[in-house]
């Protein structure tokens, strides 16, 4: 158990809806990290939160945000969900601001967009 | 029709034997690398990491062994077990998040 947790572990929806993805960190990180897991695309870096603040952006879409909340847990908002966008998205926390350091990951919410 | 996925690497060994997986990494200023090892349904989980400053780090079972002339690197798993059966990520430190490879998978056959 790496101590990230992430809810759901499983959605499914259609087309042009929006869903919310919820991540808490190990506890005492104060970085989180998404990222986008999808058959043809690996894994892919979208954003990192640190202590509340967003520090680095990825390839996320703009039909994508994300936030850092005071008790440190953080949600990946997607809108307009395409079926391009199904795919697993992990969270993942490390205790610093610094790159240079390993990442906890989440187990990941599969996302299934009918 | 043709599917389309991410046709990963596979490497098949035997059980006992030892694995080395290969990665080459893009960025000539990283200074941090990583090997983190994903099971089925589960999230990555981290392996090893080793710094710039150095050729070679081991860990139980495992070597990371980075050639910064090259840009590559490999994670060698010593008596590979059924239980190492997985996809097997390297990551470079890009600055401003980690970059992941496409992934080896890795399969241990009896």
């Known amino acids: 158990d790496s101590g990230v947790t992430q809810t759901p572990k499983h959605l499914i929806t259609a087309t042009g809806q929006r869903v919310t993805l919820r991540c808490s960190p190990r506890?005492?990180?104060?970085?989180v990290y998404w990222y986008q897991q999808s058959l043809d695309q690996g894994l892919q870096f979208l954003i990192q939160?640190?202590?509340?603040?967003?520090?680095a952006k990825g390839n996320i879409l703009e039909r994508f945000s994300a936030q850092q909340f005071p008790d440190l847990h953080s949600e990946l908002n997607l809108s307009s969900l395409e079926l391009g966008d199904s795919a697993l998205y992990f969270c993942?926390?490390?205790?610093?601001?610094?790159?240079?350091?390993?990442?906890?990951f989440g187990s990941g919410t599969q996302l299934s967009v009918l | 029709g043709e599917s389309v996925g991410l046709h990963l690497p596979t490497l098949s060994v035997q059980e006992g034997d030892n694995s080395i997986i290969n990665c080459a990494y893009s960025?000539?200023?990283?200074?941090?690398f990583i090997w983190y090892k994903q099971e089925s349904g589960k999230g990555p989980q981290f392996i090893i990491d080793?710094?710039?400053?150095?050729d070679k780090r081991q860990g139980q079972r495992v070597t990371v062994l980075l050639n910064k002339t090259v840009k590559h690197l490999s994670l060698q798993i010593a008596a590979t077990q059924p239980g190492d059966s997985a996809v097997y990520f390297c990551?470079?430190?890009?600055?401003?998040?980690?970059?992941f490879g496409k992934g080896t998978s890795l399969l241990v056959t009896p």
């Open positions: 993942a926390s490390s205790a610093g601001l610094a790159t240079n350091e390993k990442l906890f």
């Open positions: 960025n000539s200023a990283s200074d941090y």
């Open positions: 080793i710094r710039s400053n150095m």
């Open positions: 506890s005492g990180d104060l970085s």
């Open positions: 990551a470079e430190d890009y600055g401003y998040a980690l970059n």
């Open positions: 939160y640190y202590n509340g603040e967003e520090r």
